[in-house]
Every structure is written in C-alpha cells, then in structure tokens.
C-alpha cells in the first residue's frame, strides 16, 4: 500500500508539472524595471524579457509604465490613451488594467490572460510624500477590478525588488502590506525583499546588476527574471 500511495503521489506531482509548463497569455503590470523591457518584452534591461525567454507562454505583454505607482491622487482620472514616463497624477496600475480591458474588450489582444503579474511599489516608497492614498487600499482596489474583469486568471503580486533609495525596513513593511493585502483576497505573491541574489541593495551596483541602485542592467535583470520565473513556476504547481 505504502509503495502504491508514492507512486499517487508521484504521479499527481508529474501532472501538476506538466500544466504548470502549459503555454499560458501572460500580462505584465507594473512601473520602470518592468517598462524597461519592453511591451513585447524583448528589452534586456527588463527582468520580463527573460522570463518570457525562460517561459516560453503563448503570448506575454506589458502594460508597465516608467513612474507608475499603485496609490492615486484626488486628480487621478481614468485614462486609457494618455502616456507617461514619470510620475504622474494618472500613471497607475489602475489605468494599465483599463488599457488592458479596453483591448480585450476591443480585440486588440486576441485572447483572455491566463496569468497577471503585477510587480509596483517602488515609487509609491520613494515618492511617498506625493502619493496621499493609503497603499492597502490602492492595492485591493486594483485587484478587485482585474478580478472582475478576469476572473478565471491567475494574479500574482509581486514586491518590489530591493533598492537603495529607502531603508530596507520601509521596503520589509511595504512587503509585508502587499502580501497581507494578496492573502486577504486569495491573492499570490513573490516577496523580491526575501531574494538573496539581490541583497544587500548596496552591492547592487557594484555587482552590476543596477546602474544607478533602482533600475536593472541586462545582467541585474537576468537574475531578477529567473528568481520570478523560478517562484512563478512554483506557485502554478501548488
């Protein structure tokens, strides 16, 4: 019986390994590490460009912006055409999700997403001062349009990854507030303030991985995309 119930077990691990290696659509949100790569992600100065190349999903796009924060304004409107590379009163993940139903809706990606990531907060830490919305309920806001809007997708939230621009105990608090809110909505989450390659953030540039402590290079970002591709590979086989 015992050699019966490890081969079960053996054999639920391999079916579970098999779906998670099925081609998904992949849609990235996010601000400027994941803008840099690219909206095809095929930039190698963005993690998601060699996520997608260690993935291989069906389709993979971003919808990231450069100083895109989760927290809004009273200004903040919706806006599905406007463009920014800076911070700004309307560049937020909640109008990357209107992008994002407007060309499903509108058939410019042909497809429903399988899986979401959302990897933000950076700015909302280092342009605290300017972003008055409390981060919490940012966060369920968003999550609670993309899980009307795609309720069969998988959404991850992802931290952000470790910068030099405040303490690491902001961003330990940060994390702990993102991965609180994904809990509480059945939500997953990768913790990038728990990646030992990329700690301690004051080696970052001396490792190459960063050119200014914040934003990745090439080789800074290959590393970024396999720690996620390895934890993303890990959560879809739970």
Request: charge should be positive; charged fraction near 20%.
């Amino acid at each position: 019986m015992r050699r019966i119930g490890m081969t079960m077990v053996m054999l639920l691990c391999g079916i579970f390994a098999v779906l998670a290696q099925q081609p998904l659509h992949v849609v990235i949100l996010g601000d400027s590490n994941t803008f840099i790569g690219g909206d095809q992600c095929d930039k190698p100065q963005g993690w998601n460009k060699w996520f997608k190349e260690m993935m291989q999903p069906m389709s993979c796009r971003s919808y990231a912006r450069s100083g895109a924060t989760w927290t809004e304004t009273p200004q903040t409107e919706r806006d599905t055409d406007g463009y920014w590379d800076i911070l700004n009163d309307n560049n937020v993940i909640s109008n990357q999700i209107w992008r994002l139903i407007r060309d499903v809706n509108e058939t410019r990606i042909q497809v429903m997403p399988d899986l979401i990531l959302i990897m933000a907060g950076t700015n909302d830490l280092w342009f605290a001062d300017k972003r008055p919305e409390p981060l919490p309920v940012a966060i369920q806001k968003d999550c609670e349009l993309l899980t009307r809007n795609f309720p069969e997708a998988r959404i991850i939230l992802i931290t952000p990854p470790p910068f030099t621009k405040v303490s690491m105990d902001v961003q330990h608090h940060a994390a702990e507030v993102i991965e609180q809110c994904a809990q509480s909505m059945g939500l997953s989450v990768i913790r990038l303030d728990r990646a030992k390659p990329l700690l301690p953030p004051s080696k970052l540039v001396r490792r190459g991985y960063s050119k200014d402590g914040v934003h990745t290079t090439p080789k800074g970002a290959k590393v970024l995309g396999k720690y996620i591709y390895n934890q993303v590979q890990a959560i879809l086989l739970q």
